[in-house]
């Protein structure tokens, strides 16, 4: 199985990105996918997940109305779409997976892509 991250990069503040995980080795749709990010000196962050299973999502409060989870059961790949991004969304973002966003936001994943480095400048 092998996830990849890719779609980062530097924007200003305000601005729009669309991140991609592209999936192989295992099947969205039996499969919930989820992104999570790591600031320099924080905890890692989840910060959006669908399920394949009935296409349920899940937004962490910083995120909410900003950025919108979506996956394509054809490409076997998510896409997280950020908007009004902010200085403080800058992180490396990673996609993970798990068989539901409950095991996976608990920290529990299977599996672990490389991240992609998002940067905001005010």
């Known amino acids: 199985v092998q996830l990849q991250a890719s779609g980062g990069g530097l924007v200003q503040a305000g601005g729009s990105l669309r991140l991609s995980c592209a999936a192989s080795?295992?099947?969205?749709?039996?499969?919930?996918i989820g992104w999570f990010r790591q600031a320099p000196g924080k905890e890692r962050e989840g910060v959006s997940c669908?399920?394949?299973?009935?296409?349920?999502?899940y937004y962490a409060d910083s995120v909410k109305g900003r950025f919108t989870i979506s996956g394509d059961n054809a490409k076997n790949t998510v896409y997280l779409q950020m908007k009004s991004l902010k200085p403080e969304d800058t992180a490396v973002y990673s996609c993970a997976s798990a068989l539901s966003c409950e095991i996976l936001l608990a920290n529990m994943e299977d599996y672990w892509g490389q991240g992609t480095l998002v940067t905001v400048s005010s």
């Open positions: 669908i399920s394949g299973y009935d296409g349920n999502t």
């Open positions: 080795g295992l099947s969205l749709e039996s499969h919930a």
